[in-house]
């Protein structure tokens, strides 16, 4: 079944590979564009790596309990170039910015 291209995936095209080389890595600011609870992952939005996104697997969450993200958070994720099927970037660890603090039970 063909789908018609979306607009992230003609901005992909047009600006083809990006030019860090394989395993190159680095931190930045970013937002969660998509995230499935149900899959354990998602996307993050970074304007250092547009238009090519930053996949993310729960794992990378830096962060106690059941780890998920929220769609428009503002997270700051270090990540590697990496060469998957759809995504040129991986996250390797993702921090919440401002995250809620916990009471101390003391």
């Known amino acids: 079944m063909h789908r018609e291209k979306r607009p992230d995936d003609l901005a992909r095209e047009a600006a083809g590979e990006p030019t860090e080389r394989l395993g190159t890595e680095a931190t930045s600011v970013g937002t969660v564009k998509l995230w499935k609870d149900d899959k354990g992952y998602g996307v993050i939005a970074c304007?250092?790596?547009?238009?090519?996104?930053?996949?993310?697997?729960?794992?990378?969450?830096?962060?106690?309990?059941?780890?998920?993200?929220?769609?428009?958070?503002?997270?700051?994720?270090?990540?590697?170039?990496?060469?998957?099927?759809?995504?040129?970037?991986?996250?390797?660890?993702?921090?919440?910015?401002?995250?809620?603090?916990?009471?101390?039970?003391?």
């Open 47 to 106: 304007a250092v790596t547009a238009p090519w996104d930053i996949w993310c697997h729960f794992s990378a969450i830096d962060a106690p309990g059941f780890k998920s993200l929220t769609e428009g958070e503002t997270v700051t994720v270090e990540y590697y170039r990496g060469n998957q099927a759809s995504f040129r970037y991986v996250a390797e660890r993702v921090r919440r910015i401002n995250a809620p603090t916990v009471p101390d039970a003391g």
